[in-house]
Every structure is written in C-alpha cells, then in structure tokens.
C-alpha cells in the first residue's frame, strides 16, 4: 500500500475495535509478525494527564545522551505519521505505509477483523522500532493500561503520571478504579515511577500494585516540588533542592518534570541532559505559542485547571475559540476557562461526536460571558482575531487544536 491507501486501511478498523477482557488478541498479532516487541526497551508511561510532556522529556534526554530512542504516542496534531518517531522526528509517509503494510499483512494472517486502529499503529510502531534498531523506546499507553495493546511488553521502567477522572464509562468513576486500569503496566521486579500529588487513594493503589511485584516504587513527595514561576516563557522550579526550568508552560509541568527526572536518573542519564531536555523539550498544541495563539488541548477539568491557573496570571483582554467531546465532561472543563474570557467562540464542524457549538455559545452566555455559535474554523479564528484581543487561546478537543493550529501556520505561508 501507498501512504494514502493505507491511511483508508486504517478508517476500515472502528478506533476502540471490539472490547476485549485480555491482550491475546493483540498479542495473537505480534505474534502473526514474528514478535517484533521483544529484545527492544521500553519505557512504558501511562496516567490520565501528563504523558505527552512526560515521553517528550524522557525521549529528548535519551536522544541528547546519544541513544537511538524511538517514541509512540497519541493522539496525533496534524498528521498520523506524528505517533511513530525515531529521535523526535515523525517516520516518513514511505515507512508509515511499509510498517501498516506489514502489519495488515499479519492481521490477515490472524483472520482477525475487528482490531482497533490503536493496535494496527501499535503493531506498526512496534514493527517500525525493530527495524530502526532502537536502543530505547518511550511508549505511551492509548487508554488504561491494564488492557490496552501496549501491555504486552514487558519494560525497563514503568512511569504513571497525575491519575485524575477521564475515560470513565471504560475505567470506573473514582480516582481509585481509574488507578487499578493504570496500575497495569506495573510488572515484576520492573521499577515504577509515579508522578507526585496524586489522590491518595489512587497512590494507595499504584504503591500495592508495586508491592505485591516485588517493583521499586519511586514517588517524590509533593515537598520535594517548589515552585519558583510559571508564565508564557516557561515554568521555573526547585526539584529536591536543585534548580530547574522546563520551556512547556504551566505549574503542573514541574509535576510531569520531576516524574520525568526521577526516570531519567534510573537510566543513569547525565544531569546535563536531563537539565537541557526540559528547557527544549516541546510538545505540540501543549500550552503552545503560534502565531500569536495560545494552542492546549486541555479537554477534562484538570486540564483545563491547569490551563486556568496559567491564563489568571496574564492581564489584558482575552478571547477563547473552543470546541468540545461529548465524551468528555465539557461543562465541568468550561466551567474553570470561561470566567477568564471576554468573549468565547464556539464551533463543533471538527469532530461527529463535538458538542453542538449552539448549546457551548448558551453555556457561556448563562456565565455572563459574550459568545457565537461559528460555522467553522475558520470563521471562529477570524471572529477571535477582530476583538481586539491581548490574548487568543484555542483549547478543547486535540482534534480540534490540531486542525487550528494547521490552519493558523498556513495563514503565514
């Protein structure tokens, strides 16, 4: 297959697939390719927020220290490639297509119809960092981990960032079920390291899970973390004594960084490069200046709490283009970003499953707030960019970002 065939192969496959209540299926498929996955090592990071800054800091360091360090993440920005890369970059439109050829090749060798797209680009990613020779590979989990296709592999460590409510028609309802589906990729005698300020009944889970698997758990205490300042140029902190700055935005990424630095250390990575991985390491559409936008994909509440607390502290007029999942809990996330606005643009043309952009405009309006309802993307940064704004944010839906901010970089071509 070309690139563009195998990007329709793809559409072919529902993005969750059928449920499953083990890993055989996947692993029947790896299986099917010869088992690609092992002799490779991962760092396995799974959580609800964080693990997009958590596997760019880690994969940044390891490339600064000299290892060939592949990455696979999700969900993609622009392009599709963009959740296989080797040394920070995306793998070519040639080799997406090769490894999605193989991958279906071994998919029909399964007779198996119903995988998700998640497990294709897996096996892909999987077939990809194999051939690329990999020495070490930062591996983020779709959702859960207790059965997501990931959790095959056996790592070198294991990293859970902030647990929080998300997912919660598939893992559960309180901090502490969501925690047992994260707890998962925790395996025998394999180092966990859990971000701090957790829920305590969430780390009261992950730290069992550790126990009963013989795992070392490295949790930093919440004291360890001092934060110095957090503004548009970066978040400075003091980790256990010692000064850091990352270049990503926002008071919880001192959080992501000390997961990140505890990690970076097992693996006997130098200071040096961890130092200079969080003041480069940057994550698309993550607190991301372009253009003279604010781009983030914050889409639950604690994302968007994050967002809030960074925004309170800039002064001037502010307006908002935002679009929502009915997936998500969209009302409890506005509910934190909408008071801090001016005026807020809705639009909903970016996905089939967006809140409508007439009943996000009525929610604004009931917080006192100045809002349209806007055709598309388009009309929405063009009614953002006359009011005459000191900022312009774009938050919601990744998806949503992702399309803004192709738009917004086209405009300067």
Same mark, same amino acid.
């Given at each position: 297959?070309?690139?563009?065939?195998?990007?329709?192969?793809?559409?072919?496959?529902?993005?969750?697939?059928?449920?499953?209540?083990?890993?055989?299926?996947?692993?029947?498929?790896?299986?099917?390719?010869?088992?690609?996955?092992? #002799?490779?090592?991962?760092?396995?990071?799974?959580?609800?927020?964080?693990?997009?800054?958590?596997?760019?800091y880690?994969?940044?360091?390891?490339?600064?220290?000299?290892? /060939?360090? #592949?990455?696979?993440?999700?969900? +993609?920005?622009?392009?599709?490639?963009?959740?296989?890369?080797? /040394?920070?970059?995306?793998?070519?439109?040639?080799?997406?297509?090769?490894?999605?050829?193989?991958?279906?090749?071994?998919?029909?060798?399964?007779?198996?119809? !119903?995988?998700?797209?998640?497990?294709?680009?897996?096996?892909?990613?999987?077939l990809c960092?194999?051939?690329?020779?990999?020495?070490?590979?930062v591996?983020?989990?779709?959702?859960?981990g207790?059965?997501?296709?990931?959790?095959?592999?056996?790592?070198?460590?294991s990293?859970?960032?902030?647990?929080?409510?998300?997912h919660?028609?598939?893992?559960? /309802?309180?901090?502490?079920?969501?925690?047992? !589906?994260?707890?998962?990729?925790?395996?025998?005698?394999?180092?966990?390291?859990v971000?701090?300020?957790?829920?305590?009944?969430?780390?009261?889970?992950?730290?069992?899970?550790?126990?009963?698997?013989?795992?070392?758990?490295?949790?930093?205490?919440?004291?360890?973390?001092?934060?110095?300042?957090?503004?548009?140029?970066?978040?400075?902190?003091? +980790?256990?004594?010692k000064?850091?700055?990352?270049?990503?935005?926002?008071? !919880?990424?001192?959080?992501?960084?000390?997961?990140?630095?505890?990690?970076l250390?097992?693996?006997?990575?130098?200071?040096?490069?961890?130092?200079?991985?969080?003041?480069?390491?940057?994550?698309?559409?993550?607190?991301?200046?372009?253009?003279?936008?604010?781009?983030?994909?914050?889409?639950?509440?604690?994302?968007?709490?994050?967002?809030?607390?960074?925004?309170?502290?800039?002064k001037?007029?502010?307006?908002?283009?935002?679009?929502?999942?009915?997936?998500?809990?969209?009302? #409890?996330?506005?509910?934190?970003?909408?008071?801090?606005?001016?005026?807020?643009?809705?639009?909903?043309?970016?996905?089939?499953?967006?809140?409508?952009?007439?009943?996000?405009?009525?929610?604004?309006?009931s917080?006192?707030?100045?809002?349209?309802?806007?055709?598309?993307?388009?009309?929405?940064?063009?009614?953002?960019?006359?009011?005459?704004?000191?900022?312009?944010?774009?938050?919601?839906?990744? +998806?949503?970002?992702?399309?803004?901010?192709k738009?917004?970089?086209?405009?300067t071509?």
């Open positions: 297959m070309n690139y563009f065939q195998s990007i329709e192969y793809l559409k072919g496959f529902t993005k969750s697939g059928k449920p499953v209540t083990d890993l055989s299926r996947f692993e029947g498929l790896m299986s099917a390719l010869g088992d690609p996955q092992r #002799g490779l090592s991962f760092i396995h990071v799974a959580g609800t927020n964080g693990k997009g800054s958590v596997c760019e880690i994969s940044h360091a390891l490339q600064l220290a000299g290892f /060939n360090t #592949g990455k696979f993440t999700s969900p +993609y920005i622009t392009f599709v490639e963009e959740r296989i890369q080797i /040394n920070g970059k995306p793998i070519s439109r040639e080799e997406f297509a090769l490894y999605i050829s193989r991958a279906r090749e071994g998919a029909e060798k399964t007779g198996c119809t !119903h995988y998700s797209q998640f497990e294709i680009l897996n096996a892909a990613a999987f960092f194999k051939a690329r020779g990999c020495d070490y590979t591996l983020e989990t779709g959702i859960g207790l059965l997501d296709s990931t959790n095959i592999i056996t790592p070198k460590i990293v859970i960032t902030t647990v929080d409510l998300d919660c028609a598939v893992l559960g /309802n309180t901090p502490a079920e969501i925690a047992e !589906h994260k707890a998962g990729i925790i395996k025998k005698g394999c180092p966990v390291v971000a701090p300020f957790q829920y305590d009944s969430a780390a009261h889970v992950l730290k069992n899970k550790a126990d009963r698997e013989g795992s070392a758990f490295i949790m930093p205490e919440n004291s360890h973390i001092e934060l110095v300042s957090s503004d548009l140029s970066g978040t400075r902190f003091l +980790y256990k004594g000064a850091f700055k990352t270049k990503m935005c926002g008071k !919880h990424q001192a959080i992501n960084a000390a997961a990140a630095i505890e990690t250390r097992l693996l006997n990575i130098p200071e040096k490069h961890i130092e200079k991985a969080l003041l480069t390491a940057a994550v698309p559409a993550r607190t991301e200046q372009v253009e003279g936008w604010i781009i983030d994909g914050a889409h639950n509440p604690s994302g968007a709490g994050a967002l809030a607390e960074l925004l309170k502290g800039i001037g007029k502010k307006v908002l283009l935002t679009g929502m999942l009915t997936t998500k809990d969209w009302k #409890g996330s506005l509910k934190l970003l909408i008071p801090l606005f001016d005026y807020v643009a809705a639009v909903d043309s970016f996905a089939e499953n967006a809140v409508s952009k007439s009943e996000i405009a009525r929610f604004a309006r917080m006192g707030k100045k809002a349209a309802a806007v055709r598309d993307l388009t009309e929405g940064i063009t009614a953002a960019e006359t009011q005459n704004a000191d900022l312009k944010v774009v938050c919601g839906s990744l +998806y949503l970002c992702g399309e803004v901010r738009l917004l970089i086209e405009k071509k």
